[in-house]
């Protein structure tokens, strides 16, 4: 029996070096992209004054939906004091901070001048939604930063600084408030967003005031999604019980019915703008992207159907929310779903232009847009941060415990080969 642990040790340890390996590789891709916007410009890329915002600013808007989402959950987790949701708190925290930051690094290349990042906290514009959503991204990554910080002092990095560990304590001091600010932040943060479409009323197929509702309801289902289903894949990675299944099947329903309630809204929104409305203008871009893009296909395909029905059903059924594998995939797809909803929001609004719009004859059908190889690159970038970031932080920060078992502040704590072994459950 020890040789058998050995050797599948031995084979876990090297295959994370392999998936590091791969993820390193992707890393270096992504910092070469940057390194080529930041010498060159937006030039390297497809964008055009027709299609100022692309694939960027669809991992800008996925990322912060994704971590926001998932603040909000672990914030109502401190502020009500669900005990039987408390482990998953601190890695709802951990994907937040990762979401946020992921976004933030989007961001600084999708605005083509980092370096005047600073410009809408010095050069106030209040009638702007896009200066408060500035506001919003600098005091919630703040917020996000504090209340990470707890984490890591728990870490071995905490033991060798005794300040870090005497300031992470700090922080944790400051839990409820700053869930309290992050949850307002959060909420604040997606309304405006869906907001910055919503006002638009050159443009039909965004002028709608639900999309700030639905920028929150659709975060919020995301985010937990994705807090959920990472919890899950480290629990199995680990053979490790860190929730209850009955707790794991009680937020796997409250998913199921969040997704439900958005697409409830979402297919009455399409009806009343789309299909007892017979706004021309809103009929024209429809008839121009259904022409010329695969926007009907992702929009009832993917992200109605594959992001909500099918998993909505799969997490509602009795028969079907008890297979874990089942609901792992159910969450990823809920995630699918948001980040193709966020790409059919900012893009389709931009390749059907206006007709009235200024150099767009009345003719034009629709303007082109496919992201170049450094927009590509950057994003494989953003996404290996992204996962080399959870992959080490789940490996040796203090984020998961095995059920039982509570945060330690011992060296112990984030070790993982420390942790007693469990049997797997048949769903956490």
Same mark, same amino acid.
């Given at each position: 029996?020890?040789?058998?642990?050995?050797?599948?040790?031995?084979?876990?340890?090297?295959?994370?070096?392999?998936?590091?390996?791969?993820?390193?590789?992707?890393?270096?891709?992504?910092?070469?992209?940057?390194?080529?916007?930041?010498?060159?410009?937006?030039?390297?890329?497809?964008?055009?004054?027709?299609?100022?915002?692309?694939?960027?600013?669809?991992?800008?808007?996925?990322?912060?939906?994704?971590?926001?989402?998932?603040?909000?959950?672990?914030?109502?987790?401190?502020?009500?004091?669900?005990?039987?949701?408390?482990?998953?708190?601190?890695?709802?925290?951990?994907?937040?901070?990762?979401?946020?930051?992921?976004?933030?690094?989007?961001?600084?290349?999708?605005?083509?001048?980092?370096?005047?990042?600073?410009?809408?906290?010095?050069?106030?514009?209040?009638?702007?939604?896009?200066?408060?959503?500035?506001?919003?991204?600098?005091?919630?990554?703040?917020?996000?930063?504090?209340?990470?910080?707890?984490?890591?002092?728990?870490?071995?990095?905490?033991?060798?600084?005794?300040?870090?560990?005497?300031?992470?304590?700090?922080?944790?001091?400051?839990?409820?408030?700053?869930?309290?600010?992050?949850?307002?932040?959060?909420?604040?943060?997606?309304?405006?967003?869906?907001?910055?479409?919503?006002?638009?009323?050159?443009?039909?197929?965004?002028?709608?005031?639900?999309?700030? $509702?639905?920028? /929150? *309801?659709?975060?919020?289902? =995301?985010?937990?999604?994705?807090?959920? +289903?990472?919890?899950? #894949?480290? &629990?199995?990675?680990?053979?490790?019980?860190?929730?209850?299944?009955?707790?794991?099947?009680?937020?796997?329903?409250?998913?199921?019915?969040?997704?439900?309630?958005?697409?409830?809204?979402?297919?009455?929104?399409?009806?009343?703008?789309?299909?007892?409305?017979?706004?021309?203008?809103?009929?024209?871009?429809?008839?121009?992207?259904?022409?010329?893009?695969?926007?009907?296909?992702?929009?009832?395909?993917?992200?109605?159907?594959?992001?909500?029905? $099918?998993?909505? /059903? *799969?997490?509602?059924?009795? =028969?079907?929310?008890?297979?874990?594998? +089942?609901?792992?995939? #159910?969450? &990823?797809?809920?995630?699918?779903?948001?980040?193709?909803?966020?790409?059919?929001?900012?893009?389709?609004?931009?390749?059907?232009?206006?007709?009235?719009?200024?150099?767009?004859?009345?003719?034009?059908?629709?303007?082109?847009?496919?992201?170049?190889?450094?927009?590509?690159?950057?994003?494989?970038?953003?996404?290996?941060?992204?996962?080399?970031?959870?992959?080490?932080?789940?490996?040796?920060?203090?984020?998961?415990?095995?059920?039982?078992?509570?945060?330690?502040?011992?060296?112990?704590?984030?070790?993982?080969?420390?942790?007693?072994?469990?049997?797997?459950?048949? #769903?956490?």
């Amino acid at each position: 029996m020890a040789t058998l642990a050995s050797e599948l040790r031995h084979h876990s340890n090297r295959s994370l070096l392999i998936w590091i390996g791969i993820l390193l590789v992707l890393l270096l891709v992504g910092l070469y992209s940057m390194a080529q916007v930041l010498l060159h410009g937006l030039q390297v890329t497809d964008l055009s004054d027709q299609v100022p915002w692309g694939l960027w600013i669809t991992v800008d808007l996925s990322s912060i939906a994704l971590g926001a989402g998932a603040f909000s959950f672990s914030a109502a987790v401190y502020l009500f004091r669900i005990k039987p949701l408390e482990p998953l708190a601190r890695p709802a925290v951990f994907v937040g901070f990762l979401g946020y930051t992921s976004a933030m690094l989007a961001l600084a290349m999708d605005i083509g001048r980092p370096d005047r990042f600073w410009h809408p906290l010095v050069y106030w514009n209040v009638h702007s939604v896009l200066w408060e959503i500035t506001w919003c991204v600098i005091l919630y990554s703040s917020v996000l930063a504090l209340e990470v910080l707890p984490v890591i002092a728990d870490s071995r990095l905490g033991h060798h600084f005794p300040w870090l560990k005497r300031l992470g304590h700090a922080a944790h001091r400051l839990t409820p408030i700053l869930a309290a600010a992050g949850m307002g932040l959060s909420l604040l943060h997606q309304s405006s967003l869906g907001a910055t479409y919503g006002v638009l009323s050159g443009r039909a197929i965004w002028f709608k005031p639900s999309l700030p $509702v639905m920028f /929150i *309801i659709s975060a919020i289902a =995301g985010g937990v999604s994705l807090t959920l +289903l990472t919890t899950m #894949a480290v &629990a199995r990675l680990r053979n490790i019980t860190i929730i209850p299944p009955s707790v794991c099947a009680r937020i796997t329903r409250t998913i199921g019915f969040i997704t439900l309630g958005y697409l409830y809204i979402k297919v009455w929104d399409w009806a009343a703008t789309s299909y007892y409305s017979h706004s021309p203008s809103t009929a024209g871009i429809l008839q121009r992207l259904q022409a010329t893009t695969p926007y009907t296909t992702t929009f009832w395909g993917v992200e109605i159907l594959l992001g909500g029905i $099918v998993p909505a /059903i *799969i997490m509602l059924l009795p =028969g079907l929310c008890k297979r874990r594998g +089942l609901v792992m995939s #159910a969450l &990823a797809m809920v995630v699918l779903g948001l980040i193709f909803n966020r790409w059919n929001i900012s893009l389709s609004g931009l390749v059907a232009p206006p007709e009235w719009s200024p150099g767009v004859l009345g003719n034009t059908v629709a303007v082109s847009y496919f992201p170049s190889l450094i927009e590509i690159g950057l994003v494989l970038g953003i996404i290996a941060y992204f996962l080399l970031s959870f992959t080490l932080g789940a490996r040796y920060l203090s984020i998961y415990h095995p059920l039982g078992s509570a945060p330690g502040h011992s060296e112990h704590a984030a070790e993982p080969a420390a942790e007693p072994a469990a049997p797997p459950a048949p #769903a956490d």
